[in-house]
């Protein structure tokens, strides 16, 4: 089961910028729980693109940017290149769940 | 360069058991706390159990009593032991390492996974 909400699908074109929702509740990122935002290319391990208080890994472009308001987190992807095509997953700590750690279901990104 | 590699999935009967392993190089594990990150086919990821800097272990309900975690330090490997498999328990099967230490930590390193299926 999947304790965060993202949109299925987005697409953009090169260049563009995308944002990918990331709707919680109170009892997880409505909490003041961290928000991380993982991607991920089907075959590979899963890399980290984003950690608490918008933090960027070394080697990750700051064309990736986080945000949050409320029970709801933000991917911001600008300047969109194929090779961001990619599936994005946020993650977060919820209380309600045995104090577990849960995931988005994940949404694909198509650069058209 | 830290890589994380799993091993041990493949098709299994319901009722059984697997053990899964986790193979690390470039990162020492006992120094980190690591997860089992479970993925079914269609859905989003799943943290299923963590095994702490200290030895302790912790797992989430859909599992609990079904699954134990250890690690060989000397061989710096994690493994996953889960019996009384069920067709729900089909996934990928990824291990994760947060290095910050609590449990609000991200995930900083992955394996590929090795995927399970449960069915007769």
């Known amino acids: 089961q999947s304790g965060l909400t993202q949109p299925p699908s987005v697409s953009a074109a090169p260049g563009q910028r995308v944002n990918i929702s990331c709707t919680g509740t109170s009892s997880n990122i409505g909490a003041g729980y961290a928000v991380h935002w993982y991607q991920h290319l089907p075959g590979t391990a899963p890399k980290l693109l984003i950690s608490v208080n918008n933090n960027r890994p070394s080697g990750v472009p700051d064309r990736f940017s986080g945000s949050m308001s409320g029970t709801s987190a933000s991917l911001a992807i600008t300047g969109l290149q194929a090779e961001d095509e990619a599936i994005y997953y946020c993650?977060?700590?919820?209380?309600?769940?045995?104090?577990?750690?849960?995931f988005g279901g994940g949404t694909k990104l198509t650069v058209l | 360069e830290v890589q994380l590699v799993e091993s041990g999935g493949g098709l299994m009967q319901p009722g059984g058991s697997l053990r899964l392993s986790c193979a690390a190089s470039?990162?020492?594990?006992?120094?980190?706390?690591v997860s089992w990150v479970r993925q079914a086919p269609g859905k989003g990821p799943e943290w299923i159990s963590v095994i702490y800097r200290n030895g302790n272990t912790y797992y989430t309900d859909p599992v609990k009593g079904r699954v134990t975690m250890s690690r060989d330090n000397s061989k710096n490997t994690l493994y996953f032991q889960m019996n009384s498999l069920r067709p729900e328990d089909t996934a990928m099967y990824y291990c994760a390492i947060a290095t910050g230490g609590t449990t609000h930590d991200p995930f900083d390193f992955w394996g590929q996974g090795t995927m399970v299926a449960v069915s007769s």
């Open positions: 993650q977060s700590f919820d209380i309600s769940l045995g104090f577990s750690r849960v």
């Open positions: 470039g990162i020492t594990i006992s120094r980190h706390s």
